[in-house]
């Protein structure tokens, strides 16, 4: 079983930099994605940043390319998300989520994956 835990967020002035992090405490197996989402109250979940465990290059959705930065350290099986550049409209619910990919866009299957963290509250104020 696959259990993702988020932490990091937080509350920020708009350009600050804070560092998501997602552990998965279960198993290794039965995925070859993670990335992260975020849903503001009333909006659709967004899939932000994504990445193959494989490596490789990863995946930015435009609101956050250049700002956001996604990692992984697979010996301790954690992704991490570096915010820089915050602004207000990046305030959100961010989640971690893992699933399979296979050859397909990592960032766009998101929304399919099977596995979820419960999120963690990031708020940029202007």
């Known amino acids: 079983e696959i259990q993702l835990v988020e932490s990091g967020g937080g509350s920020v002035q708009a350009g600050g930099s804070l560092r998501l992090s997602c552990v998965n405490s279960?198993?290794?197996?039965?995925?070859?994605?993670v990335g992260w989402s975020r849903q503001a109250p009333g909006k659709e979940r967004e899939a932000v940043a994504a990445?193959?465990?494989?490596?490789?290059?990863?995946l930015y959705a435009d609101s956050v390319k250049g700002r956001f930065t996604i990692s992984q350290d697979n010996d301790k099986n954690t992704v991490y998300l570096q915010m820089n550049g915050l602004k207000p409209e990046d305030t959100a619910m961010y989640y971690c989520?893992?699933?399979?990919?296979?050859?397909?866009?990592?960032?766009?299957?998101?929304?399919?994956?099977?596995?979820w963290g419960q999120g963690t509250q990031v708020v940029a104020s202007s």
């Open positions: 990445i193959y465990r494989r490596g490789g290059d990863p």
């Open positions: 989520a893992a699933g399979v990919a296979h050859d397909r866009d990592c960032l766009k299957e998101m929304t399919f994956f099977y596995y």
């Open positions: 279960g198993s290794s197996y039965g995925y070859d994605c």
